[in-house]
């Protein structure tokens, strides 16, 4: 469990997204929150961010974030 945890943040989404799908399954029959928040992270901020690509300000974005540096979040209101 330990090891998919310290593997989950730096998942190359772009070239191995099954990669996420296992791991994430694995982590979630554990902690479903965690599961859920890099879900988030990754599926809505981060790919966001990569549909913006042409300006070079979201990109330097997306490249912390798929380092974790900048963590994205999602508020419903």
Same mark, same amino acid.
Do not use: Q
């Given at each position: 469990?330990?090891? *998919?945890?310290?593997?989950?943040?730096? /998942?190359?989404?772009?070239?191995?997204?099954?990669?996420?799908?296992? /791991?994430?399954? *694995?982590?979630?029959? &554990?902690?479903?929150? /965690?599961?859920?928040?890099?879900?988030?992270? &990754?599926?809505? %901020?981060?790919?966001?961010?990569?549909? %913006?690509?042409?300006?070079?300000?979201?990109?330097?974005? %997306?490249?912390? *974030?798929?380092?974790?540096?900048? /963590?994205?979040?999602?508020?419903?209101?």
């Amino acid at each position: 469990m330990v090891l *998919a945890l310290r593997n989950f943040w730096k /998942i190359d989404l772009l070239n191995r997204p099954m990669e996420f799908a296992f /791991i994430s399954y *694995a982590i979630s029959m &554990y902690n479903g929150g /965690i599961t859920t928040r890099a879900t988030l992270h &990754y599926l809505l %901020y981060a790919k966001s961010l990569l549909l %913006y690509r042409s300006n070079p300000f979201h990109m330097e974005l %997306y490249e912390s *974030a798929m380092r974790c540096e900048d /963590i994205g979040s999602f508020s419903l209101t």
